[in-house]
């Protein structure tokens, strides 16, 4: 149990500000965990502002961009004065998806952006706050991936073959030519999490990727025109609600593992 806010559990969600990230900082509140959320504006987040006002002594709110390492390391500083016991948990979940044209066509500046957004971004607030992790009890970091980023997936579209592991298992094919910035981010996120799973075992750190599945969000919303269907299969609320009971289950046996809401183990 962490002892660092009371008897709650501390945990820190990054992109906050919508979508899944807001949904994890709602459901923890509502379990009576302690929560930092960190956006990029996090004043401007209706949710957030709303969650802060019912739940105003579990909430901090901390303003982060993950794409700029001076705003990551000032949200550090401020956190670990406001928590000098520790964080258990960091939910790094902030990410982008960039624009769905053909992998041929993607543009360079985007690409750049998505890298910095989804792959760097994730690493440098880990190492920003690992001194915080090492304080805490669960020394848990959940990088919020995508089965996009399964290399395995994406290879089974060579020679007219279809995914068996992809969210629609076949029939998302109009999507296996498109977002490689996106989907790159995220196989190299998946690299990250295990390079950093192994480097840190030994101190009792877990890592882990994890597919949210296909969810009804700002971004999720965004492939569903092209897939044929009018939205994602799944709700933020029960992604989220599945997402945290594999979460709550970790060891430290199931670092650096790739895992999708389901619990099922995802092939790299
Ligand atoms: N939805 C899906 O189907 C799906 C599937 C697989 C994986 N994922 C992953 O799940 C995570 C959350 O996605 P979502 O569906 O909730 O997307 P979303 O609704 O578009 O929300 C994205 C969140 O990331 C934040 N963000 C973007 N750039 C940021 C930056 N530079 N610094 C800090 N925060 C930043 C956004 O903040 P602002 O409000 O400031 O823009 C927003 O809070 C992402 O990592 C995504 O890749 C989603």
Same mark, same amino acid.
């Given at each position: 149990?962490?002892?660092?806010?009371?008897?709650?559990?501390?945990?820190?969600?990054?992109?906050?500000?919508?979508?899944?990230?807001?949904?994890?900082?709602?459901?923890?509140?509502?379990?009576?965990?302690?929560?930092?959320?960190?956006?990029?504006?996090?004043?401007? @987040?209706?949710?957030?502002?709303?969650?802060?006002?019912?739940?105003?002594?579990?909430?901090?709110?901390?303003?982060?961009?993950?794409?700029?390492?001076?705003?990551?390391?000032?949200?550090?500083?401020?956190? @670990?004065?406001?928590?000098?016991?520790?964080?258990?948990?960091?939910?790094?979940?902030?990410?982008?998806?960039?624009?769905?044209?053909?992998?041929?066509?993607?543009?360079?500046?985007?690409?750049?952006?998505?890298?910095?957004?989804?792959?760097?971004?994730?690493?440098?607030?880990?190492?920003?706050?690992?001194?915080?992790?090492?304080?805490?009890?669960?020394?848990?970091?959940?990088?919020?991936?995508?089965?996009?980023?399964?290399?395995?997936?994406?290879?089974?579209?060579?020679?007219?073959?279809?995914?068996?592991?992809?969210?629609?298992?076949?029939?998302?094919?109009?999507?296996?030519?498109?977002?490689?910035?996106?989907?790159?981010?995220?196989?190299?996120?998946?690299?990250t999490?295990?390079?950093?799973?192994?480097?840190?075992?030994?101190?009792?750190?877990?890592?882990?990727?994890?597919?949210?599945?296909?969810?009804?969000?700002?971004?999720?919303?965004?492939?569903?025109?092209?897939?044929?269907?009018?939205?994602?299969?799944?709700?933020a609320?029960? @992604?989220?609600?599945?997402?945290?009971?594999?979460?709550?289950?970790?060891?430290?046996?199931?670092?650096?593992?790739?895992f999708?809401?389901?619990?099922?183990?995802?092939?790299?």
């Amino acid at each position: 149990m962490a002892i660092h806010d009371g008897d709650r559990i501390v945990y820190l969600v990054t992109g906050a500000s919508r979508g899944i990230g807001l949904e994890y900082v709602k459901q923890l509140l509502e379990r009576g965990d302690s929560v930092i959320a960190a956006a990029r504006n996090p004043d401007n @987040s209706g949710g957030l502002t709303t969650l802060a006002e019912r739940h105003e002594s579990q909430l901090t709110l901390v303003t982060m961009d993950v794409a700029d390492p001076a705003s990551i390391k000032a949200a550090a500083t401020s956190i @670990s004065e406001a928590f000098p016991g520790g964080i258990d948990v960091l939910i790094n979940n902030a990410g982008i998806s960039g624009n769905l044209v053909m992998s041929s066509e993607q543009d360079e500046d985007e690409f750049r952006d998505i890298l910095m957004i989804n792959t760097l971004g994730p690493f440098l607030v880990t190492k920003a706050f690992l001194p915080l992790i090492r304080k805490g009890s669960k020394k848990q970091i959940v990088n919020i991936s995508s089965g996009l980023g399964s290399i395995a997936t994406a290879a089974q579209y060579l020679n007219g073959g279809a995914s068996k592991h992809g969210v629609l298992k076949g029939a998302d094919s109009p999507m296996a030519r498109r977002q490689l910035g996106y989907r790159a981010s995220k196989a190299a996120l998946n690299m990250t999490t295990v390079a950093l799973a192994v480097d840190l075992q030994e101190e009792g750190i877990i890592l882990i990727a994890m597919c949210p599945g296909w969810v009804d969000t700002d971004m999720g919303s965004g492939t569903a025109g092209m897939l044929g269907v009018a939205k994602p299969p799944l709700t933020a609320p029960t @992604s989220v609600a599945m997402q945290l009971k594999v979460v709550d289950g970790l060891t430290l046996e199931k670092s650096g593992t790739y895992f999708n809401h389901e619990g099922n183990i995802v092939p790299f």
